[in-house]
């Protein structure tokens, strides 16, 4: 199985999907990786105000990894018009899961020819101030299953 990963600090603001879809190409040439794994941070502005909100209500951050979720899915579009046949049978990989916490995001696609993830599952750890419950630190994971074996991303 082959993997893309990725981190990008976005730095609270949104990106061109085109632009998304030149940085999805780097790294391989013809067949594209069975699995995409995204880590994005700062999709929100991190001001005091919506790391509160964000860790208290879902609304702010859970909006913006919808937001992302569909810019991806946009990318892989261009991706698959820029190298025709690199995702198989399957066309553009589908979304497997993702998961949020205040500005950090985890998302992973994967190629739908054959395999593909069953079992996902998504978690978040806060260790922010107050006793741990704000998410302006922590980590978020995604782990699944692929065919015999089992994956997991933090």
Not at 119 to 147: C, E, H, Y
Request: hydrophobic share 45%.
């Amino acid at each position: 199985v082959s993997v893309w990963c990725g981190t990008y600090n976005v730095n609270g603001k949104k990106e061109q999907a085109l632009a998304l879809s030149h940085w999805l190409k780097q790294g391989w040439a013809s067949d594209a990786p069975q699995l995409f794994c995204v880590s994005l941070q700062e999709m929100i502005d991190l001001s005091p105000q919506n790391v509160a909100k964000a860790s208290v209500m879902e609304g702010t951050s859970g909006a913006a990894l919808r937001d992302w979720q569909g810019l991806f899915a946009r990318a892989f579009g261009y991706v698959a018009a820029a190298r025709p046949g690199c995702f198989g049978a399957g066309g553009p990989p589908r979304l497997v899961g993702g998961e949020h916490m205040v500005g950090v995001a985890l998302l992973v696609f994967a190629r739908d020819d054959g395999v593909f993830p069953q079992d996902a599952q998504a978690a978040r750890i806060p260790t922010g101030a107050v006793g741990g419950r704000l998410g302006n630190k922590g980590g978020v994971a995604m782990s699944f299953r692929l065919a015999d074996s089992s994956g997991c991303v933090v």
